[in-house]
């Protein structure tokens, strides 16, 4: 990618970062984004069309780059419990932008995007999975019922939450006996 389009892009997640942690996403306007980012209105709208597909385009980005663990794990049905541990640890990594970023109306963007790229994954490994009803609702169920637990505790002993979830979603795992196991 050409220098002068990163940093623009680099410019414009900076300042969106910013009115983020200000304020909810329904309250930024184009012009108040483009003058924290000193940049033209013209220049935001070669790359985007308006504030919810840079939200949209931000978010994919974060999580799709939490989760290149995934397709590194030989199959993520059989170590599923690794790879809630992982993904959980790389959250957590960068909690404050993850916590700015996926709040207020876009809370649930990040579980929705991690099903989404946790299903990319499994489906590349077990194409024949796409379709399974049963499959489908397991991971979601997994990724939703750890995040919403993820939320609730994660002040007490956030570690011990971590571990203790990926301890349940090995215990899941091994009740879920998917139709293709080898």
């Known amino acids: 990618m050409d220098s002068r389009i990163q940093k623009t892009k ?31 209105k013209q220049t935001f709208y070669l790359h985007y069309r308006d504030i919810y597909d840079l939200a949209d385009k931000v978010e994919n980005e974060l999580i799709e780059e939490m989760c290149q663990i995934l397709p ?17 640890k790389r959250a957590t990594a960068q909690d404050t932008i993850f916590k ?59 570690d011990n939450v971590i571990k203790i979830l990926g301890d349940i979603a090995n215990c899941m795992s091994e009740g879920y006996n998917y139709k293709f196991k080898r």
């Open 72 to 88: 590194d794990v030989d199959d993520i049905l059989d170590n599923i419990g690794y790879v809630a541990i992982t993904l959980f």
């Open 100 to 158: 700015t970023i996926f709040s207020g109306s876009r809370m649930s963007s990040l579980p929705h995007g991690i099903v989404r790229e946790l299903k990319k994954a499994v489906y590349s490994q077990h194409p024949e999975l796409r379709a399974d009803l049963h499959t489908n609702i397991y991971l979601s169920y997994l990724v939703h019922g750890a995040y919403n637990a993820y939320q609730e505790y994660k002040t007490i002993d956030q």
């Open 10 to 40: 680099k410019s414009i997640f900076d300042a969106f970062v910013e009115l983020r942690s200000q304020k909810e996403l329904e309250r930024i306007t184009v012009k108040e984004l483009t003058d924290t980012a000193k940049i033209s």
